[in-house]
């Protein structure tokens, strides 16, 4: 058995990486959604201990230390921040604009 070896493949070092994964670590990324740019940036959960969120995609509550997302449009201000579940920021194409909820949903 060989040893291990912990330098990346192709001969890169590790600042030439390609940026594919920086949203992994806290950094933010841009996406397009509704003809605007949004600010994507992923939460830990841990941070923001006792609130509690609405997701827009599924009108679900985000509990506190659940990992999530945070989106807001590209020249929008801090009240402009929306946190989704990270599966309904992916699905958010493909939804209808009116969330149906389920029947045992809460509705406030």
Do not use: F
Not at 67 to 76: D, N, R
């Amino acid at each position: 058995m060989s040893p291990r070896h912990n330098r990346p493949r192709g001969g890169e070092t590790p600042g030439e990486r390609p940026a594919t994964n920086l949203d992994r670590y806290g950094l933010e990324r841009t996406e397009e959604y509704q003809g605007e740019e949004w600010r994507i940036r992923h939460v830990a959960g841990a941070s923001a201990a006792g609130k509690r969120y609405r997701c827009p995609g599924c009108d679900q509550e985000i509990p506190s230390g659940i990992p999530h997302l945070v989106a807001w449009p590209e020249y929008g201000g801090v009240d402009d921040r929306r946190h989704w579940h990270k599966a309904c920021w992916n699905a958010k194409d493909r939804r209808t604009t009116k969330v149906q909820r389920s029947r045992n949903a809460p509705r406030y």
